[in-house]
């Protein structure tokens, strides 16, 4: 199985700055013929399923804030947060869907400083 | 767009097998031949990825749980079904269903296993 190594585990940022998490692979997840990763991120609030933000690591899922990005190829990629806003506090998850079965990481937990 | 509902018992006995259905609504299950996942989460822990099944009837499985699982589609009535064997209280948790990989999800379904 593809291991999904996030970090860090959790951390905390003062309201409308950034917040990085990274995620990384064990194996490639990069799809040479059409150089797409296949990497999600999905942001998780207590009580509710997890929401997709980000897939071919890159792109936006409709109706996400432009403050969240997602870069990265091959086995290294990277979640941003700008501006960071009280409702973004969440558990974040990276995912790879190339290989199965399908492998999540481990989750960073995101808090207002 | 897609809406997906997990529906099944919330109580199921050791040894015994859990059985849920995922209904979806808002397009076709045969549309676009995409996948559909099942996909738990244990309270305070991470996200397991169980298994995908196709409109085909095709399927993969998380081999951690490969020999317990089975997984099916009813195009009649726009759902497809988890079932797990033999089940045991590790397998206690918010079970989710997803369009492929995760591009929507049901609101999930806690499932205990007690006696």
């Known amino acids: 199985d593809i291991v999904m190594t996030q970090t860090p585990d959790s951390l905390a940022v003062s309201l409308g700055e950034r917040a990085t998490i990274n995620c990384k692979s064990s194996?490639?997840?990069?799809?040479?013929?059409?150089?797409?990763?296949?990497l999600a991120w999905y942001q998780q609030k207590p009580g509710q399923p997890p929401k997709l933000l980000i897939y071919?690591?890159?792109t936006r899922e409709s109706g996400v804030p432009d403050r969240f990005s997602g870069s990265g190829s091959g086995t290294d990629f990277t979640l941003t947060i700008n501006s960071l806003q009280a409702e973004d506090v969440a558990v974040y998850y990276c995912?790879?869907?190339?290989?199965?079965?399908?492998?999540f990481g481990q989750g960073a937990r995101l808090e207002i400083k | 767009q897609v809406q997906l509902q997990e529906s099944g018992p919330g109580l199921v006995k050791p040894s015994q097998t859990l059985s849920l259905t995922c209904s979806v609504s808002?397009?076709?299950?045969?549309?676009?031949?995409?996948?559909w996942s099942w996909i738990r989460q244990p309270a305070g822990k991470g996200l397991e990825w169980i298994g995908r099944?196709?409109?085909?009837?095709?399927?993969n499985y998380n081999p951690s749980l490969k020999s317990r699982v089975t997984m099916s589609v009813d195009k009649s009535k726009n759902q497809f079904s988890l079932s797990l064997s033999s089940v045991t209280a590790a397998d206690t948790a918010v079970y989710y269903c997803?369009?492929?990989?995760?591009?929507?999800w049901g609101q999930g379904t806690l499932v205990t296993v007690s006696s």
């Open positions: 997803a369009l492929r990989f995760g591009l929507a």
């Open positions: 808002g397009d076709s299950i045969s549309s676009g031949g995409y996948y």
């Open positions: 099944v196709y409109p085909s009837g095709s399927t």
């Open positions: 194996q490639s997840v990069l799809y040479n013929s059409t150089n797409q990763s296949y």
């Open positions: 071919w690591a890159s």
């Open positions: 995912q790879q869907y190339y290989y199965t079965p399908y492998t």
